[in-house]
C-alpha cells in the first residue's frame, strides 16, 4: 500500500540574487491506489510538488511520506515511474530497448516484460522501431510503458498528453485509465485541462499561484471505469464547473 | 545508399574536376600557363619515380599528424571531463581553448622550435595545438547536450554516475564529438606541415621545400595533391564512422515528438 502524504511542505528556489517561492504550506495525502489530478494556472508550482514527490529536488520545509519512507528511499528502490511532458527518449535506442531502460540501470530483471507492455501501449509491432520513426503520441506510450517497467507503487504524470493534439490525447486518456486500473499504482497527474482532470482522477486538487497553495480539494464520485459517454453526463459537467470555480474564482461571478 | 545512388551523388562532382583537369591541360599545351603551373599529366608523370620518395615522407607527415591528434583528443577529453565536473570551471578552459586557437601557428612553431628543438616532438606538438580548439569545443558541447528531463529521467531511475555518462552522456555526445573529429584531422595534418617547414628530414612538409628549392614544379603540385588527398581521405574516413555509429537520425535526445 503506498499512501503519499505531504505535509507543511514549501519549497523555495534562488533565482539570481532574489528567492522565488514556488510552493507554500502544501497539507495533502493521496491514497493507495487513488488517481490524483493537479490543475492550476502556470507557475502554481504543480510540476515543482511532482519532482519533491520523486525526490528530484528536497523540499525546503516540511515532510513527505511516500509509503513507509521518505521520497529518497521510494526513489533508489525503484517504486517511482516519472512521464515527462516529453518523451525523453533515448534516440539510439529502439522501443524495446528503451522500455528496458530502467530495469537495466537498477540492475535487476525488469519486473514487467518489456515486449508484454510495449503490446499494453498498443505498440505491437514497433519493438523494433527508433523513437525517430514513430509519432508524437507513440513516443509518448513508449514513455509510458517505461514508467510502467518496474511495476512502480507511484506513477506520477507531467502533463504527459500536452503536446498532442485533442483526439489523440483523449484516445491516450481512456487507455491511460486502464493501464494506471491493471497496474494498481498510486497515480498523480498534472495538467491544464479541466475536462481532463475531471474525467481522470479520484481527486481533483486545484492550485493557486505565487507562490502555489493548494486552493481546493474536490473529490469526483463519478463511477469506474469511465467512459466517453460520461462527458455528457450533467454530474461531469456539474464537476467540471466546481473545478472552473475554484481556478477562476470571483471572475464566475455573473456581474450584477 | 543503393549503389546507384552513391553513382548518382558521386559523380556530378567527378565530372566537375574531370573537366577542370582537362581544361587545365588544354590551357598548358595551348602555352596560357606560366611554368610554375604544370599540366597535370606532368605532375603525373613523375609518380613513378618519386613514389618511394612520396611513400617515405607522406608516413612520416601521417605518423606526426596521427599522434598530435590523438594526444589533442585525449587532452580534449580531460579537460572538457574537468570543465563540467567544476562549478565555474568550463569558462576558464575554453578561454584557454580559445587563446591557444588565436595564437598564429606559424608564429608559434619557432619558440617551440627553441624550447623543444627539432624533431617528431615537435611535429606531433604542433599538429595537436592546431587540432586542439575544435576537439575541445565539440566534447564540450556534446557532454552537455543532454536536456533537463532526460537528465532529470536518470535520477528518478537512480542512475549512478558511470550509468550517466555511459548510458546518456556519451551517446548524446556522439554527433558533437564527430562533427569536431571531421573539422580537426584536416588541422592536424596541416599543424604537421607548418612544424615540418621549421626544417624537418622527413614528412610532406620537407619534401615540398626540397623540391622547391631545387625548383621541381611537378613535384611541388604533387606534395600538394597528396597533402589535399590525405586530409580528405581523414576527414572521409571519419564521416564514414560517423554514418557507422550515428544511425539514429537526425535528433539528438528527442524532446519534442
Redesign the interface.
Known amino acids: 500500500m503506498t499512501e503519499i502524504a505531504i505535509s507543511g511542505v514549501s519549497k523555495s528556489f534562488s533565482l539570481g540574487k532574489g528567492e522565488i517561492q514556488a510552493l507554500a504550506d502544501i497539507e495533502i495525502t493521496f491514497p493507495s491506489g487513488s488517481f490524483t489530478a493537479l490543475i492550476g494556472p502556470s507557475g502554481c508550482g504543480k510540476s515543482t510538488l511532482l519532482?519533491l514527490i520523486?525526490?528530484?529536488f528536497p523540499p525546503t520545509t516540511g515532510s513527505i511520506r511516500v509509503g513507509d519512507h521518505g521520497p529518497d528511499a521510494a526513489?533508489?528502490s525503484?517504486e517511482?515511474g516519472?512521464v515527462?511532458?516529453?518523451?525523453?527518449?533515448?534516440?539510439?535506442r529502439n522501443v524495446v530497448e528503451n522500455v528496458r531502460?530502467?530495469a537495466?540501470?537498477?540492475k535487476i530483471a525488469p519486473r514487467r516484460d518489456p515486449a508484454a507492455l510495449t503490446t499494453l501501449v498498443g505498440l505491437a509491432g514497433f519493438e523494433e522501431a527508433?523513437?525517430?520513426?514513430?509519432?508524437?503520441?507513440?513516443?509518448?506510450r513508449v514513455a509510458i510503458a517505461r514508467a510502467l517497467a518496474l511495476d512502480p507503487k507511484v506513477l506520477l504524470m507531467d502533463e504527459p498528453f500536452g503536446?498532442l493534439d485533442e483526439i489523440t490525447r483523449q484516445r491516450m486518456n481512456m487507455e491511460l485509465l486502464r493501464i494506471w486500473k491493471e497496474s494498481g499504482a498510486t497515480a498523480v497527474l498534472v495538467t491544464h485541462s479541466i475536462s481532463e482532470a475531471v474525467f481522470m482522477a479520484d481527486t481533483v486538487v486545484v492550485l493557486s499561484a505565487n507562490p502555489g497553495r493548494v486552493s481546493e480539494v474536490i473529490s469526483v464520485d463519478l463511477p469506474r471505469p469511465r467512459r466517453l459517454d460520461l462527458m455528457r453526463d450533467a454530474r461531469f459537467n456539474s464537476y467540471e464547473n466546481k473545478v472552473r470555480e475554484a481556478l477562476f474564482g470571483d471572475d464566475m461571478k455573473v456581474p450584477a | 545508399m543503393t549503389p546507384a545512388g552513391t553513382l548518382r551523388s558521386i559523380a556530378p562532382p567527378a565530372a566537375v574536376m574531370v573537366a577542370l583537369l582537362a581544361l587545365m591541360e588544354i590551357a598548358k599545351a595551348a602555352g596560357w600557363l606560366p611554368i610554375t603551373v604544370p599540366a597535370p599529366s606532368q605532375v603525373v608523370a613523375v609518380i613513378p619515380a618519386q613514389w618511394d620518395n612520396l611513400v617515405y615522407h607522406a608516413g612520416g607527415t601521417l605518423r606526426s599528424a596521427l599522434l598530435g591528434y590523438f594526444a589533442a583528443a585525449c587532452a580534449a577529453l580531460a579537460l572538457a571531463s574537468l570543465a563540467l565536473s567544476r562549478e565555474g570551471a568550463e569558462r576558464p578552459i575554453l578561454s584557454l581553448g580559445v587563446l591557444i586557437d588565436c595564437v598564429p601557428l606559424i608564429a608559434l612553431a619557432p619558440i617551440f622550435v627553441i624550447w623543444i628543438g627539432q624533431g617528431s616532438a615537435l611535429y606531433i606538438t604542433i599538429a595537436g595545438i592546431s587540432s586542439f580548439f575544435p576537439l575541445l569545443l565539440g566534447t564540450v558541447q556534446g557532454f552537455k547536450a543532454t536536456?533537463r528531463?532526460?537528465r532529470?529521467?536518470?535520477?528518478?531511475?537512480?542512475?549512478n554516475r558511470w550509468?550517466r555518462l555511459r548510458?546518456?552522456a556519451v551517446?548524446s555526445s556522439l554527433p558533437y564529438l564527430f562533427a569536431a573529429m571531421k573539422v580537426a584531422a584536416p588541422l592536424a595534418l596541416l599543424g604537421t606541415l607548418i612544424a615540418e617547414w621549421m626544417g624537418a628530414e622527413r614528412g610532406l612538409g620537407a619534401m615540398i621545400l626540397y623540391a622547391l628549392f631545387s625548383f621541381n614544379v611537378p613535384v611541388v603540385w604533387l606534395t600538394i595533391v597528396t597533402i589535399c588527398g590525405l586530409s580528405a581521405g581523414a576527414y572521409g574516413l571519419i564521416a564514414l564512422l560517423e554514418a557507422r555509429i550515428v544511425?539514429?537520425?537526425?535528433?539528438?535526445?528527442?524532446?519534442?515528438?
Open positions: 519532482r520523486a525526490d528530484v526513489r533508489l525503484h517511482i516519472f515527462f511532458q516529453d518523451p525523453t527518449l533515448l534516440p539510439w531502460l530502467p537495466e540501470v537498477a527508433r523513437p525517430s520513426q514513430l509519432s508524437g503520441g507513440m513516443q509518448q503536446a | 536536456d528531463s532526460t532529470e529521467l536518470f535520477h528518478v531511475m537512480a542512475a550509468q548510458l546518456l551517446p544511425n539514429w537520425g537526425p535528433k539528438g535526445v528527442s524532446g519534442h515528438g
